[in-house]
């Protein structure tokens, strides 16, 4: 469904250029819960600016159902990792979350109703008149996702999205992003550097290399479902993954030593 | 506690009443009249006979330049703001129009517009209209970068992207332009009835002082302080209302940021 | 990087701001010259630069100019001498400030034009009478600045002053007056346009000589060109002492994070 083939990036032009993707091949099957991991600045937000359609890649291309994409598709929606930013201070929470549905055009009672099943579904009726300030920044990022959900997108994209909550924040988000996933049945393409993460999410785990970037290796992750923080974590299946993902980003030849933060 | 410090402040102006009484009587010059005749002299003019002849108008053409030059600046300051090709274009245009003293326009206003109404809203528009133009286009560019991605990826058309994203992004930096601009616009409505005019404040202080009424002089000077600050006081108030989410972020923020600081303040 | 593809943004920065310049001289060229617009108000560009180029051979021009940059310099200074201590002395005392506040915010919303009667009362129509106008005018921005600079001290800095036994006076010399320059800075910068605007109405409206009284006199003499070539030198002297504030701050101020923009 969601499909990069030979992507590529370049930032600048002539001494100055910059390669920041070298090679891009990767596609995305309907349903699936695809995670995309690596080093810091390996290019991951450059990828998916460009498939939100922010920006268009040097060579290559990015299409979804077959159709190249050229500016912001109208099935996709994006969670950014700022979540303080990407949320409009002067909206409250339903206000942000209903903005998009706006602009498809829908009705009051759409809106009315849409708003109040998403932002039920990431469990935050009771904010839905407060401002986004007025929250934590876990309670934010449900807020971002929420109205990602209320797009009703085919396509979830989201980037790093849990990378600057703590620990406990993250592991309830994990597995809310899990149950909504299953509840609403869209495609999700999530790109992290913390590997954990990806093995517990995702169906497959494709490895960036460091940029300019390509896929490095591909893990198909057949840990049964429904998952679970504890037993998921224990089981021996998932630390074999977890050891196959870690070897192949260290093994990759262009970074000696490995910059995975974790 | 609060009641006692309205009351020390009450106490502080009466010293400062009774020290300007003092001055006038020890001075005894006609320069300074005692605060009884200001007094008497304000009341007798503006309670009410000139507030219809005299404050209104003059409020009325303040008003009419302010509204006008709040349009244009905020108008021309999102277009110029959100496209950096006619920023750098405008650039020292604006730049050497916004430097020339505004008075000095006067007599080009006098000049092609004549001395009635349409002059001194024209002279208070362009004087008003350059802090809130700047602070506009600086609201449009530093507004962050973010709020315009989210607004691409979730397909908002531009007219609503204007309405819902930029302006409100950028709506803090215009209440300051707005804000410089309300006392610029209080001292051209001065000026322009200064110089040309038959009634208003401005035309009432300065004939005052050319007849050598001095307490009236006084009694207006006094009136158009009233004026600035209930201007002032209506702006504030507004604004407290319209960005109440800024100071609320602001405040939010600055608690995260500075943990200590709460508990030890 | 926003625009890295099309051709405008490989010019060279001042390309495009000239040519907004050479726009505007164009167009108000040839509506004049096609009398799109009355001639009577709006000469064309290069008839008010031929009149300014007559007038600035002249020395009546020069000491006109003159006598609008002595008034300005005049009410800045006077101000900065009254505004700059006393506003340092209020924030730095709380007692002091609590005192006066109220008289502040009293005189502080008097428009600063309503004194024109009063100056040409205590000062007459001459030089002081404009100078008083661009002190008094000039004194509040540079009073607040002072103050609130003075209040503005990060508390860590002066702990720290303390916690090295800094004296008072050195407190007041290497914590307090760094700490509040650039907000003196700014107030310099606002408080020399007030200055300039107030000269310059004083000159209009009392009479005082200067550019603003040249505007007046040539307007009522018919000279239109004139009126326009000083309400350009106006300008002008406004943009020059705005830049040379800028330059000046600069170095005096490269330590603070404000100037690195």
Redesign the interface.
């Known amino acids: 469904m969601l499909e990069m083939s030979h992507l590529r990036v370049v930032y600048g032009s002539g001494s100055d250029a910059v390669e920041a993707i070298g090679d891009l091949t990767l596609s995305v099957a309907e349903g699936e819960f695809v995670c995309v991991v690596g080093p810091s600045g390996c290019g991951k937000s450059t990828m998916l600016r460009c498939l939100a359609g922010l920006m268009s890649p040097t060579s290559g291309e990015a299409s979804l159902d077959g159709e190249r994409i050229a500016g912001p598709p109208e099935r996709m929606a994006l969670v950014f990792q700022q979540y303080g930013r990407s949320l409009f201070p002067w909206m409250t929470v339903r206000a942000n979350v209903e903005i998009p549905l706006r602009a498809k055009g829908l009705s009051a009672a759409d809106r009315t109703s849409l708003v109040e099943e998403t932002v039920g579904a990431v469990g935050l009726a009771d904010s839905l008149d407060r401002y986004p300030w007025q929250l934590s920044g876990g309670m934010q990022q449900r807020v971002a996702i929420a109205r990602a959900l209320a797009y009703q997108p085919e396509v979830l994209m989201m980037d790093e999205p849990f990378a600057s909550v703590d620990a406990q924040t993250r592991a309830d988000l994990e597995d809310l992003l899990l149950r909504i996933w299953a509840e609403f049945r869209v495609t999700v393409l999530f790109v992290t550097h913390d590997v954990d993460e990806s093995v517990y999410l995702g169906d497959r785990v494709a490895v960036l290399s460091k940029s300019p970037s390509r896929v490095s290796q591909e893990v198909v992750v057949d840990l049964p479902r429904p998952r679970d923080q504890l037993t998921t974590k224990a089981d021996p299946l998932f630390s074999d993954l977890r050891t196959r993902v870690l070897r192949s980003i260290r093994q990759e030849p262009r970074s000696p030593a490995p910059l995975i933060e974790r | 506690m609060k009641w006692r410090g309205v009351l020390a402040d009450v106490a502080r102006f009466g010293v400062f009443l009774l020290l300007w009484q003092l001055a006038a009587m020890a001075l005894d010059s006609a320069f300074l009249p005692p605060l009884g005749e200001v007094f008497r002299a304000f009341a007798d003019s503006f309670i009410f006979e000139r507030i219809w002849s005299d404050v209104v108008p003059s409020i009325g053409r303040m008003a009419a330049g302010y509204a006008l030059a709040a349009a244009v600046g905020v108008g021309a300051g999102l277009m110029i703001g959100s496209n950096w090709v006619v920023r750098r274009t405008t650039g020292p245009v604006t730049e050497f129009l916004r430097a020339i003293p505004p008075p000095a326009l006067l007599p080009f206003a006098m000049l092609v517009f004549g001395f009635g109404l349409s002059m001194k809203v024209f002279v208070i528009a362009i004087g008003c209209v350059w802090p809130i133009l700047l602070n506009t286009v600086d609201g449009v560019r530093g507004a962050d970068p973010m709020f315009n991605e989210v607004a691409r990826v979730y397909r908002l058309d531009s007219r609503s992207r204007l309405r819902r994203v930029v302006i409100p992004a950028a709506a803090p930096q215009i209440a300051v332009g707005l804000r410089a601009s309300l006392s610029i616009a209080l001292i051209l409505m001065v000026i322009s009835e200064m110089v040309a005019s038959t009634n208003g404040l401005g035309y009432f202080v300065l004939q005052a002082q050319r007849t050598f009424r001095l307490d009236d002089m006084w009694a207006g000077i006094l009136m158009l302080g009233i004026v600035g600050f209930a201007l002032n006081a209506v702006f504030v108030a507004g604004e407290r209302r319209v960005l109440a989410w800024h100071r609320g972020m602001r405040a939010a923020s600055d608690a995260s940021a500075e943990p200590m600081e709460a508990v030890s303040a | 990087?926003?625009?890295?593809d099309r051709p405008?943004a490989r010019l060279p920065?001042w390309v495009?701001?000239?040519?907004?310049?050479a726009?505007?001289l164009v167009v108000f060229e040839l509506a004049a010259r096609l009398k799109l617009l009355p001639a009577r108000?709006f000469p064309p560009p290069s008839e008010i630069l031929r009149a300014l180029a007559d007038e600035a051979v002249t020395a009546e021009f020069w000491k006109t100019v003159w006598a609008t940059l002595r008034g300005w310099a005049m009410g800045l200074g006077i101000a900065a001498l009254v505004a700059i201590p006393v506003g340092m002395l209020i924030g730095a005392i709380p007692f002091l400030y609590?005192?006066?506040?109220?008289?502040i915010e009293?005189?502080r919303?008097?428009?600063?034009?309503?004194?024109?009667?009063?100056a040409?009362?205590?000062f007459g129509t001459g030089f002081g009478g404009k100078v008083f106008l661009a002190s008094f005018a000039a004194t509040w921005p540079l009073l607040f600045q002072s103050m609130y600079g003075v209040q503005d001290v990060d508390p860590v800095a002066r702990d720290t002053a303390r916690a090295y036994r800094l004296g008072r006076v050195r407190q007041a010399l290497f914590v307090t007056l760094p700490s509040a320059a650039p907000y003196i800075a700014t107030g310099l910068r606002v408080s020399s346009a007030v200055a300039?605007?107030l000269v310059?109405?004083g000159e209009?409206?009392i009479g005082s000589a200067g550019?603003?009284n040249a505007?007046?006199v040539?307007?009522s003499g018919g000279d239109?060109a004139v009126?326009?070539g000083?309400?350009?030198v106006?300008?002008?002297?406004?943009?020059a002492l705005?830049t040379l504030f800028k330059i000046v701050e600069r170095p005096v101020l490269h330590w603070h994070p404000g100037q690195r923009r």
């Open positions: 990087m926003i625009a890295a405008l920065g495009l701001g000239t040519a907004g310049v726009v505007v108000w609590r005192q006066v506040r109220v008289v009293f005189l919303p008097i428009p600063s034009v309503a004194l024109i009667p009063v040409v009362l205590l300039l605007i310059v109405t209009l409206v550019v603003g505007i007046a040539a307007r239109v009126a326009y000083y309400i350009a106006a300008g002008l002297l406004g943009l705005n």
